[in-house]
């Protein structure tokens, strides 16, 4: 698909119904963020999100006046935070190389807010937008193949989807997921409380709300967990098995690669016991490609994710206080994709609900089950 036909209308009056004159600020991550005066930033070759923000986002509503009766379209850069969540500089700059305060300059005169960036916002910007009632969408990481697919969909039918699989699974007791790595196969637990699982499905018309584009997930925060995990660590694709007890990573055994990577993480672990805390369970409700970015690859169905740390942004009380050290304050997603995680095999995820153990994905591959209630 080509960057220019991606239709932008259609994706705003779904998601965000927009009133006449409503004012929307579209952001950036850039380093120096002083090279966003005069559009700059274009001049480079490695920041393809940044471009997409710049040249379908920010120059495609202005193109649209006509379409989408919008106030003002401003565009913004910020310096990157260096971790995912992490909450976002007090300042930012804009088009003319002017430095404003975040909140006080231009967060408190918007009314919709599109982040563009290399690490996600979506945790700092929700605290944000319940406080000062702007809405938004974060899409950390957005690349053409993302724009010609998740950000394609339909998001009215996207969200039906996603409240669909949500009944069917809402109110559970556990989930179970068994992992085969190297041989061997490992089970973890997730205790949920029969908790309302909650879901990521894209439609953001109400002031206080935060969406994450491309949407298609139903998620809880998890009460528990226990059991172990294989995890295929990002920077070097190290392999370790993960002890969980008590809600939260306690442990590690190398499996393959890097025994230094593993215990780097878990040093941090042991010394700031909240960055290992399991605070999401996600389950993937779209049928999608996958596009080398979590924020629309953990949205397949057929994969899930646990993720660590930070979990305030989805109803659990783990925020920025908790941490020993803000600066480790970030929510990791630990994405289970064919793509992404090749030597480790989902071989059953497992729901258990009103006595009734039910199977919801087999080596990667929804079951009856899940497209019944799902497609």
């Not at 119904?17 to 930033?41: C, N, T």
């Not at 006509?66 to 007090?90: H, R």
């Not at 969980?244 to 700031?272: F, H, K, S, W």
Request: with cysteine.
């Amino acid at each position: 698909m080509e960057i220019r036909d991606f239709d932008l209308t259609r994706l705003m009056k779904t998601v965000f119904d927009p009133k006449p004159g409503e004012r929307v600020g579209v952001f950036i991550d850039l380093e120096p963020p002083q090279h966003v005066a005069r559009a700059r930033f274009l001049e480079r070759t490695d920041l393809s999100t940044q471009r997409i923000a710049h040249e379908v986002f920010y120059r495609g509503l202005l193109d649209r006046k006509n379409e989408l009766p919008l106030g003002a379209i401003e565009f913004y850069a910020y310096a990157p935070t260096g971790g995912s969540n992490l909450d976002l500089p007090e300042t930012v700059v804009n088009l003319e190389g002017k430095t404003l305060r975040l909140e006080q300059d231009v967060l408190a005169h918007l009314d919709i807010v599109l982040y563009l960036s290399t690490y996600s916002a979506t945790a700092p910007l929700t605290a944000m937008a319940k406080r000062m009632g702007f809405r938004g969408a974060t899409m950390h990481g957005c690349n053409e193949t993302i724009l010609g697919t998740g950000l394609a969909r339909d998001y009215a039918e996207v969200s039906a989807k996603a409240e669909r699989f949500r009944q069917a699974l809402t109110r559970c007791d556990e989930v179970s997921v068994e992992f085969q790595t190297l041989g061997a196969q490992y089970r973890l637990t997730l205790e949920l409380g029969r908790q309302e699982a909650q879901k990521s499905h894209g439609l953001c018309r109400s002031p206080g709300e935060i969406a994450n584009l491309p949407a298609g997930e139903i998620y809880w925060v998890p009460t528990g967990a226990y059991g172990r995990f294989p995890m295929r660590f990002k920077e070097d694709g190290t392999l370790a098995l993960m002890t969980v007890a008590a809600g939260r990573i306690q442990d590690a055994i190398l499996l393959r690669g890097n025994p230094r990577t593993m215990e780097q993480a878990l040093a941090l672990y042991r010394t700031d016991p909240a960055t290992g805390q399991l605070g999401e369970l996600g389950l993937g409700t779209q049928v999608l490609p996958a596009a080398g970015a979590d924020i629309q690859d953990e949205k397949i169905l057929g994969t899930m994710h646990v993720a660590t740390g930070r979990d305030d942004h989805l109803g659990g009380d783990l925020g920025p206080g908790k941490f020993k050290d803000k600066r480790h304050a970030t929510h990791e997603d630990i994405l289970f994709a064919p793509h992404k995680t090749p030597e480790i095999n989902l071989n059953g995820v497992w729901m258990k609900k009103d006595s009734q153990t039910v199977l919801l994905i087999k080596d990667y591959q929804p079951t009856d089950f899940v497209k019944q209630v799902a497609l």
